[in-house]
């Protein structure tokens, strides 16, 4: 077991963004899927789904009484005056609700218990073939009436950019502490997006994730190109019971619509980054974003 790796030292941009004059699609390289069956509790068929789709969906990851303890911790942070006010947490900005609070596997004992959890860790491990250790985590909260919408992006544009991720090896789950219906605002994903990428126009600003965790803007794709992506691969609408988890690649084109509902929408959200694939420096960005967004903690999660 590996217990800490050097960030990347690759100079070479293999997904240039943020620095041309038009939107650019290019293809994706390398593999998608770099575990087998043997590697993990992942079957040949949901790893194929993967593979094919951009994401995975399984019904229930944890205990009922887990999801009791993480829905108590969910509603206890959002009432701490102290978590509120600290930089790692973001807001709605017309209601003042908690939206999202980062960082949650170094600063929470609970979620760092999940987080490092072998339910999790192995299947990670399973789909990018190596250790892996946590880029960013995060609680969302997504309030019922107030809870926005976030714009079609890639995430790994983003932590590509602005995190000096060097290629697409990374997968994020999203553990559902509450129902995902179709109505109140759940996961949207382009199944096969994750095929190729999409180079964004225009620079990052400065300290552009002060934005970006409201409101996605620098890094969104033109809407020719993503109405040209929905034509082409269609857009599924992942629902769900609380307790399931939705595992889906770093590049996939995804977004979320406002919620309007009285129900909420809750998650924890967990990114694993392959230890071979650790970030460097920012490949469109005039300074890494802060640890709490972007860690720098190679340390492989679960060790």
């Not at 650019?24 to 068929?45: K, N, Q, W, Y």
């Not at 946590?134 to 309030?143: F, G």
């Not at 126009?201 to 409201?214: A, M």
């Not at 307790?243 to 889906?248: K, L, R």
Request: glycine share 8%; net charge negative; charged share 20%.
């Amino acid at each position: 077991m590996m217990t800490a790796v050097s960030p990347a030292t690759t100079t070479t941009d293999l997904y240039p963004t943020r620095s041309g004059e038009s939107t650019e699609v290019l293809p994706r390289t390398g593999p998608i899927v770099f575990g087998s069956p043997d590697d993990g509790p992942l079957t040949a068929t949901e790893l194929k789904h993967y593979e094919d789709t951009g994401y995975l969906t399984i019904d229930q990851l944890v205990s009922s009484e887990e999801l009791a303890l993480f829905t108590e911790e969910l509603h206890r942070l959002s009432q701490d005056p102290e978590v509120k006010a600290d930089e790692a947490t973001v807001v709605e900005a017309k209601s003042d609700e908690v939206r999202s609070i980062f960082n949650i596997h170094r600063t929470n004992e609970i979620f760092k218990k999940i987080a490092n959890d072998p339910r999790l860790v192995d299947r990670a491990r399973q789909i990018l073939g190596s250790d892996v250790y946590i880029h960013q985590s995060r609680i969302n909260y997504k309030p019922g009436f107030v809870g926005k919408e976030f714009s079609w992006h890639s995430d790994f544009e983003t932590w590509h950019a602005e995190d000096g991720m060097p290629a697409p090896r990374a997968v994020s789950l999203s553990l559902s502490l509450t129902d995902n219906y179709s109505f109140n605002g759940p996961l949207m994903i382009m199944p096969g997006s994750h095929k190729r990428y999409i180079s964004c126009v225009g620079g990052t600003p400065e300290d552009n994730y002060r934005k970006s965790l409201i409101m996605q803007g620098a890094g969104t794709p033109d809407r020719q190109t993503l109405s040209d992506f929905a034509d082409e691969y269609g857009i599924d609408v992942l629902e769900g019971a609380a307790g399931g988890a939705i595992m889906f690649d770093s590049n996939c084109m995804h977004a979320s619509n406002g919620n309007v509902t009285p129900y909420s929408r809750s998650n924890i959200f967990i990114v694993y980054n392959s230890v071979e694939n650790a970030c460097g420096e920012p490949f469109a960005a005039p300074k890494p974003r802060p640890e709490f967004v972007g860690s720098t903690d190679f340390t492989p999660a679960g060790s």
